[in-house]
């Protein structure tokens, strides 16, 4: 029962360009949230997809953009990167909704901007 | 939802019993409290969850007073593998986990 997975593992970037982050959920969710997690800090919500939605979201701008495809998988788009878009990004999967549902995390992408 | 406070690292010894403590006194009725454990370069790992009292599993405790505004994470004979950062988080249905810096605890041979 493959866990969450994540790709690719490591990412370098420079600033300006355009980055795309995936995540397959674990066997049976349906629900996939999205978080960055900067160094030394606890990660922090970017939003979350259920039915091919996005469902809520964080306090993060509009070049930080998603998609959930028919099979569950997500994508995490950010555009126009920053030196601050610097961090570990990760993906976390659920059945149903968030909250109390305790959330299975991939191992991240680690994206660095230069 | 409520803040939480969590001492920002703590150090023990293999074999000790570790308890860290975290402090959130304006919990809403219908919070739960939720663990959760990251190791280097790893997602985080859900650990345990509870509402009140106690609540025991394969690897942790979770210790839950009856005004629930603090809680105990209890690890049994802690070995190096535990060396990691843990998070206490008030959680509910519908909303967004809300993570904050974490207990650092490091397991000393």
């Known amino acids: 029962d493959a866990g969450v997975t994540q790709s690719p593992t490591h990412l370098i970037k420079t600033r300006g360009q355009q980055v795309t982050l995936r995540c397959s959920p674990k066997s049976g969710h349906d629900t996939v949230s999205w978080y960055q997690q900067a160094l030394g800090q606890g990660p922090q919500f970017i939003f979350q997809?259920?039915?091919?939605?996005?469902?809520q979201r964080g306090n993060f701008p509009d070049r930080f953009s998603g998609h959930q495809f028919p099979n569950y998988s997500s994508e995490l788009n950010v555009n126009a990167l920053l030196l601050g878009d610097s961090a570990l990004y990760l993906c976390a999967s659920s059945l149903g909704g968030m909250g109390n549902q305790p959330q299975h995390f991939g191992d991240g992408t680690r994206l660095s901007i230069l | 939802l409520a803040k939480t406070t969590q001492p920002i690292s703590m150090d023990s010894y293999e074999g000790q019993e570790v308890n860290i403590t975290c402090s959130h006194n304006n919990i809403a009725t219908n919070d739960y409290i939720t663990w959760y454990q990251q190791f280097p370069s790893q997602g985080p790992r859900f650990i345990i969850q509870g509402y009140k009292t106690k609540v025991t599993n394969e690897v942790a405790s979770l210790f839950i007073p009856a005004d629930r505004k603090s809680s105990t994470l209890s690890l049994p004979r802690v070995s190096l593998s535990d060396t990691a950062v843990y998070y206490c988080?008030?959680?509910?249905?519908?909303?967004?986990?809300?993570f904050g810096k974490g207990t650092r605890l490091s397991v000393i041979a």
């Open positions: 988080l008030p959680s509910k249905e519908n909303t967004p986990l809300v």
């Open positions: 997809y259920y039915e091919e939605e996005e469902r």
